[in-house]
């Protein structure tokens, strides 16, 4: 009796001895090599359980925004890594301990595990590519069911793991490596859109459109093409010029978008018809910009009034329209007219519809109110062209001051006021331009307009010497132009001048006279907005680029980093180049304009001059008892929340804006100086 014990304790402590090794595997993961189809599906029993677990685990983690949908989990043909699949301990990147993996056959033993160096650190799998290698660990995520895939898919789900898990320094580069791979053809589109996604959420949005846009190149059959499509969305909001985008988006304007996205892909499109039409009217394709502005017209139509970007489009359609009724004035007056009334009221559309509303605020509000602006300034404008010149100030009025297009405003207000002879106001508001605060903006036609305004009121002494202030300022800056264009540079060349400027200005070096010149000439050239957008972009491509030296070692010197930095230096020669092109035409017809100005103020001066020397003589034939200039009546009464505050030269923030020059003296009556000549005279 106590012999068959001994013996039943005997066979029961042998049983679990050899039955211990597997009872370790299941804790450890899953080990696929050499293990029947049988033991597989029992291990896929087990990781489902866990995946389910792991995936109510990770509902706490941090979502992107709602525009940024995340595709990984829903667009792959198998079910996408769930949980929270950190970076495993140095130890799990190994091979594992004997005791925690099953006895491999002696014909075909198990390879020892590449060291950390030669593999992708801290990635927990070995991601080099080498096929006739099994992959040593084979699992090292928790939450992976890795039951039934290949190698290469597991390699493809554990990118998408460290994606999930807010890795994407390790996501981008894991994808990369198969990218690299010419054996995984079949995966190298869902890598990219992982490793395109993974640059997105690094802020590397240039490199992120860049691997968008191979995506899209394949074509509309590829699996990831309607969601690169969305994603072109998401960078065009994150960039400083939208133009950058909107060709990627023309190319596929025959697709249909998805309908969340569809109006703003209206709008996008008829900003890129906008932007190409003006392009081509200013090299003198007419019939063909004639049609890009008609396909501005028609997308503004298909978008919804009730649709955030309504306002936008209706303001792009009211700038077409006013530039067919500009064009067709002279050909066909009535239809020019109907052209321009179409303007006018589509621009008071844009004014009712971005009225500042309770609710609404942060970027939406600061959009409304810069549309709402340059809305005012087309009113301003177009009332300004029909010779409607009190319409005009009163919509230029409207511009609020220190916002962006206020500077501008003042000085296009300061000619309505001259047309109709208030000169103390249009006086007042050059007086703001010429403020200190003010010193670097760009403004030279104003001081012909000053010499104007005292040639009219007979003050032709002051006039000669705001006209002598003109030519000591801008001829330095004609003669630097006009030696810029007639070197016939290529197009790059001019854009580098200009970012030379912006350099020294950037590093606060020191400048000399021709440097203080150049900057002149840069401020006049970003005038031009299509070129100072153009500029933004290529500022942004040099600060992305610095972005790198940011990242961590592994990224930063990888193949990878390599590859998108050589991609950016191709992005950033192509727009350095648009951008020459643009400065050029820029200089070249800022050059004319200079010329214009110049040789109005010759004129000016001229007449000045002749006017002078007839007073002069009429004074010397009266016996010097002909005065030229008279005193003006003036009150300095104000209104009962004003208070008047007599300017002596002094500049404060708070009253820009609000000066009005008192003209104390200016033109004798003709009739007066005839009847003081006629009694000088008889006496």
Sequence with gaps: MRTHRFLRLAVLGLTLAYTAPTLAQSFEGLDLAGQSKKKKKGASSKASSKKKTSAKRGKGKATAPAEEVDESSTATSEPAPAGNPATPPAAVTTTPAPSAMPAAPAAKPTPPAK???????????????????????????????????????????AAISLFKNDEYEKAAMAS???????????????????????????????????????ILAAGPSTKF????????????????????????????????????????????LARYHFVRGRALDQVGQTENADKSFEEVKRLALTIPRTDAFYPRAKYLEGLAFFRNGTRNKDAASKRGNTDVLASVEAMKEVVRLTRPMAGRTGEAAKLDKSLRELAFMQLARTHYGMQQNRFSIFYLNKVERGNTQWLEA????????????????????????SSPFFREEYFPEALI???????????YRESNLIL?????????????????????????????????????????????????????????????????????????????????????DTFKYSELTKQLLEELKVQRTSLISKAGI?????????????????????????ETTTKEKEFLEEQLKAGGRTAIVKKYKFSVAVADDQLYWPYEGEYWRDELGTYQYTMTKGCI?????NRQMQSAEAM
């Design 115 to 157: 060291p950390a160096a030669q593999g992708s650190p801290g990635l927990g799998l070995d991601l080099t590519g080498d096929n006739d290698k099994p992959p040593a660990p084979t699992m090292t995520f928790d939450a992976v069911d890795v039951s039934g895939k290949t190698a290469d898919r597991q390699r493809l789900d």
């Design 176 to 214: 990369h490596e198969l990218l690299g791979d010419p054996k995984l053809q079949g995966l190298h589109v869902e890598a990219r859109y992982v490793l395109a996604k993974s640059l997105y959420r690094m802020g590397l949005y240039h490199s992120s459109l860049g691997e968008f846009s191979k």
């Design 225 to 268: 093409f309607k969601t690169s499509l969305e994603w072109l969305f998401f960078i065009s909001r994150k960039t400083q010029n939208e133009t950058v985008i909107l060709d990627e988006i023309a190319r596929y304007a025959n697709y249909e978008f998805p309908e969340k996205f569809r109006n703003e892909f209206r709008y996008l």
């Design 410 to 433: 003042l000085f296009e207000s300061s000619w309505a006021n001259y047309r109709i002879g208030q000169y103390e106001q249009a006086l007042g508001n050059l007086i703001t331009l």
């Design 449 to 459: 307009l000053k010499a104007v305004i005292y040639y009219e009121n007979c003050r």
């Design 468 to 552: 002598q202030d003109f030519e000591r300022t801008y001829l330095p800056v004609h003669d630097e132009l006009d030696g810029l264009v007639k070197k016939n540079m290529e197009a790059s060349e001019y854009y580098t001048v200009l970012a030379d400027v912006q350099k020294k200005n950037k590093d606060g070096l020191e400048k000399n006279g021709t440097d203080v010149i150049l900057e002149r000439i840069l401020r006049l050239a970003l005038t031009d907005q299509d070129l100072k957008k153009t500029n933004d972009s290529i500022l942004e491509l040099e600060g992305e680029m610095d972005l790198f030296s940011n990242k961590g």
């Design 582 to 606: 643009m400065a050029k035409g820029k200089l070249e017809s800022e050059l004319g304009a200079l010329k214009l100005l110049l040789a109005n103020g010759l004129r000016i001066k001229f």
């Design 669 to 673: 009556e003709r009739d007066t100086a």
